[in-house]
């Protein structure tokens, strides 16, 4: 399983790939406007785009706004040419399952996000997003079950072969990177936070303190 960072933050970023298990990272319009905030300034958003794309190797994600098609094509061209490992989120609506069949033939990597049923992710992965985000939080938080979404969703791409990649995201804890590795998604993106949970288990604490307790009494 590939580990992406949810965040625009470069200081998140940085301490993230500090750990050497970072593959990628994706954004959105809201991570984009709290990492302005941090700064108290408005960032450029391309250029901000571009000092992500510095740090990481991996695919970066930087999403359109525009629910045109021509619109959504020229953002998207835009992002594109920012650097070669740019991958372009597109919401998956009407117009965006239409430009993102015109940006497969372009040659340009789609993540398709906003991805709540099963139905969505197979036209996505028909109009050939490299990338499928199903949202498990928020399909959690309506009382419905995002794993099963994202078991429905593997299953239907393994029936048919599509090689879309199933990238789980709105991740909030630790659990869900589990059950997602479990299921077979290709990719987990969550916040910092979830990531430094996953190191976290009581009995390394317990076993690490009583190890270094022992060796000072060694010691002395």
Known sequence: MKFFIDTADLDEIREAQDLGVLDGVTTNPSLM???????????????QIL???????????AEVTAVDFDGIMGEAHALARIRDN??????????GIKAIRALDADGIRVNCTLCFSPTQALIAAKAGAAYISPFLG????????????????????GNYGFKTEVLAASIRHPMHVVQAALL?????TMPLGV???LLN???????????????RQYQD
């Open 86 to 95: 740019v991958v372009v989120k597109v919401p998956l609506i009407l117009e």
């Open 33 to 47: 406007k709290s990492a302005s905030e941090k700064a108290g300034r408005k960032l450029d958003f391309h250029a």
């Open 51 to 61: 000092r992500i794309c510095e740090l990481v190797d991996g695919d970066v994600s």
């Open 138 to 157: 928020r399909v959690d938080d309506i009382s419905a079950d995002g794993l099963k979404l994202m078991e429905e969703i593997i299953m239907i791409y």
């Open 184 to 188: 077979g998604a290709d990719v987990a």
């Open 201 to 215: 288990h009581p009995l390394t604490d317990i076993g690490l303190e009583r190890f270094l307790s022992d060796w």
């Open 195 to 197: 990531i430094k949970k």
